[in-house]
């Protein structure tokens, strides 16, 4: 294949890190206060009460100002893979493309349906079906979260497929496996529990802001009982699918994982850094210290990677350079197998035009004895198969200190909220507004764990990020950059003056 | 048993779907002709709230199944999907842009504070409903008209007009489809409009859609008639009995001629749209729409049907007549169609669903209590 130039692909990277972490600025609240509102409208349709009612319309209002803008930043995605990554499209379409398509059909109808119902359809439906157009939106939000992510996981850990020399493609064998691989179970668990958090700190966030101005005080006190019931459950959830997902790491990315660890040299029984700094300019294999200090929980990675008291945890020095004790291929040998499958490709494409069945059968059975590493064959040193560690290092463990926090945080606002004494605790409430901004941080970070923590990986070991764009040229893609930077900015702008705006209307006075 | 349909019959069966899927979307289109229709029907602010209230309830509606048109193609033909988008790098990202501004534009049209003011999200619902829609007459054109793409032997595309897909619209067929495109998602909106506000007490309002229906409809005819004339009378893009493509004399009147059923279609869905018409603009009725829905699927249908059937290759190169794409080799594998396939079992549930939302949402038609409303748009 033709390679590409790198300022281009750069260009499109920095493209979709843009698009993709302001789409993530709406979505985190869209998949939590959807599934509060229904809470919220489902105690209304309960209890007959009235203030419940205006309680569920306030936040649905502030919903919909969000899932506005969380559509408009979404589109961009789904088209993006086509413009800025055509290669990429082309290669794993076959099974990249399914996931999307049904994400369509299952997902985004549900919701673009019932959003009317929820939004206008108060008179003019039944209560029963008004409630249920609530569900059915926060579930078709939360489905269309599920494939996407399944879609996104499979670039994590591909399986399901197999790569078809005659279209130089991968194409699907198995979709269950797509569905239901490991990866996708903990990305699917781990990514909405965690939403559901920061839905709820929204909630507490405002309500905090309220009780702090004294005002809409009954309204502010019920929906943070709420809030904190479903942030406490979410929390703990989090926590326990973000232990599984690095569990799941370890055998499908040992590298995502030594990264974000700071590991540079494995062991058996590796303890895990549970307070550390990064040595500065600290590079692979230079021989340096990892960390300038750190303070570490003995055997602690080996449990969380293995489940085992003396298991082994390959570092990213062992990785790149192999380690022959613990069975372990260094990346030098696989690009030199890379560059065979590729060439024996190149030679079997060659025999198929000229019409050589034999030669053509020979380069064939020669590419298959080492086809897992074509994507190998791009890479030009070892060292090229490390992600940025420290970028991936302090995104993990920023992630991993708010979400405990955040677990506290959510007890000690039910606590509060259960013995009616949230009003005069002004220092909780003013934690409650800040936390929100934490929690909004640590659920960025943790797609930048995800994505950060792959590269360079369009496909795990198959396809690199560098061989995946558009061959279009970089003036067009920092032209669509600038485009969607300014468009996004003045958009985001938008949207914020209108939310604060109607966070100081308030709701509706009975 | 669709577990033993041949490769052939699945990449038939995924054009029909996607065609259905695009032309539900021409249909659905209604939303951004209303849009268009804004300014020039609606006299003061409470009509033009009637108006935006009543597209507000649907405009999500014509976006999903856009993003689902996308979707169907990425996932059956992903060949078309890298190719085009990739390729046709600029006409794709404008068309994305004026559906970007759409989204926002409802929700935030009056609410207090917005930043840009109500006239910027009124214009940007304009722009959607008339650069956004111009652009996909033009990218739909490229079906027939061909595009400046060659394909290496590892299908990796590259695009051999600097202007990167933005050439689509100096076409003058593109630009006659883009423009008939417009003009009948205008048509669409006055019908839509005509069936879903009340207007007792504003005859003045309903006169001037029912007008703006009827000359709509007179301005689309002479774009309409040279994409007709373009289609009878230009060479076509075909595959010959070798597997080659070549240019072939009066290709897409020959897909017609051979495929009788489509011809039908054609001329039955302009039959409708006409119909829906002088429903809208000539009387009084309110139905004009499902009329003029139906029609707009049906030539919808037609239109894409010529493009693709027939040993026609339905996204072709000028520049490399050989890379030119079919539905047979553009598709997934055969597994993936199949699985897809599957999948496509639920599209009428689907569709049940939304019929009985409309049915229930619209059973009251949009009046002065739906503006009061604090959530209305």
Known sequence: MGELDLGMVNWARAQFTLTAMYHW????????????????????????????????????????????????????????????????????????????????????????????????????????????????????????????????????????????????????????????????????????????????????????????????????????????????????????????????????????????????????????????????????????????????????LALLATREWNGYVPGIEDLVYGNSAEGLVGAADKIERGKKAIADLAAYKAARKAGDDAAGKAALERFNVNKDYLGYGYMTRPEEIVPPVASTYYSFHYMVYVGTFIIFLMLFFLKAGLSDRLPENRLLLRLGVASFFLAYLASEMGWVVAEVGRQPWAIQDMLPVKMAATNIGSGHVQGTFLLFFILFAVLLLAEIKIMLKQIKIGPEVA | MIGKLDITTLQQLWWILCSVVGSLFLFLNFVQGGQTLLWQVAKDDREKSLIINSLGRKWELTFTTLVLFGGALFAAFPKFYATSFGGAYWVWILILFTFIVQAVSYEYRKKPNNLLGEKTYELFLFVNGSVGILLIGAAVGTFFTGSNFTLNAYNQVAWTHPLRGLEA????????????????????????????????????????????????????????????????FFDGFGVGKDGAVAMVAGKYLGNLLAMPLVLVLLLAGLFLVILGVTRTGLAKSTTGIW???????????????????????????????????????????????????????????????????????????????????????
Request: with cysteine; charged share 15%; glycine share 8%.
């Open chain 2, 291 to 377: 009329f003029g829905g139906l029609g707009t699927v049906l030539v919808g249908l037609a239109v894409f049907f010529t493009a693709g059937f027939n040993d026609t290759p339905f996204y072709p190169s000028k520049a490399d007549l050989q890379s030119s794409l079919t539905i047979y080799n553009a598709s997934s594998s055969h597994y993936t169609l199949t699985a897809m396939t599957y999948v496509a079992l639920a599209i009428p549930f689907v569709l049940a669903y939304i019929a009985y939302v409309w049915r229930l949402m619209d059973a009251r038609k949009i009046d002065e209590r739906d503006l009061a409303d604090k959530k209305a748009y």
């Open chain 2, 169 to 232: 619209a100096f076409s003058l067929f593109n630009l006659s489809l883009g423009l008939f495109l417009v003009f009948n998602a205008r048509v669409l909106g006055a019908m839509y409009l005509v069936n879903n506000i009340d207007f007792k007490g504003l005859p003045q309002f309903e006169a001037r859609v029912r007008r703006s229906c009827l000359s709509s409809f007179l301005l689309s005819l002479p774009f309409l008639l040279y994409v007709v004339v373009g289609l009878v």
């Open chain 1, 25 to 300: 600025l709406f979505v985190p609240i869209t998949l939590g206060l959807s599934f509060l509102c229904a809470f919220f409208e489902t105690i209304y349709v309960r209890t007959g009460k009235e203030e419940w009612k205006r309680l569920t319309k306030f936040w649905m209002t502030l919903f919909g100002i969000n899932f506005a803008i969380g559509v408009a930043t979404g589109i961009i995605l789904e088209f993006e893979f086509g413009t800025n990554w055509s290669n990429y499209s082309w290669m794993v379409g076959d099974i990249f493309g399914a996931p999307l398509a049904i994400e369509g059909i299952f997902a985004f109808f549900i919701e673009a349906t019932f959003f009317a119902v929820m939004f206008f359809g108060w008179e003019r439906t039944s209560k029963g079906f008004h409630l249920f157009s609530t569900w059915m939106v926060a579930i078709g939000s939360n489905l269309s979260a599920l494939w996407i992510l399944v879609a996104n996981s499979w670039m994590q850990y591909p399986v399901g497929m197999v790569f078809n020399p005659d279209s130089a493609r991968f194409e699907m064998q198995n979709i269950w496996e797509v569905i239901l691989s490991p990866v996708a179970v903990a990305k699917f668990t781990h990514t909405t529990s965690s939403s559901f958090v920061v839905g709820a700190l929204f909630v507490i966030a405002v309500s905090s802001y309220y009780l702090l101005k004294k005002r809409h005080i009954d309204m502010a006190k019920k929906s943070i009982l709420v809030a904190s019931v479903f942030g406490l459950l979410s929390g703990l959830f989090t926590a326990f699918t973000g232990d599984e997902s690095a569990f799941v790491n370890a055998s499908t990315q040992p590298m995502k994982l030594a990264a974000y660890e700071g590991l540079y040299k494995g062991s058996r029984g590796a303890d895990i850094v549970a307070f550390g700094m990064l040595t500065p300019g600290k590079k692979t294999g230079d021989g340096q210290e990892p960390f300038a200090f750190e303070i570490s929980i003995p055997r602690g």
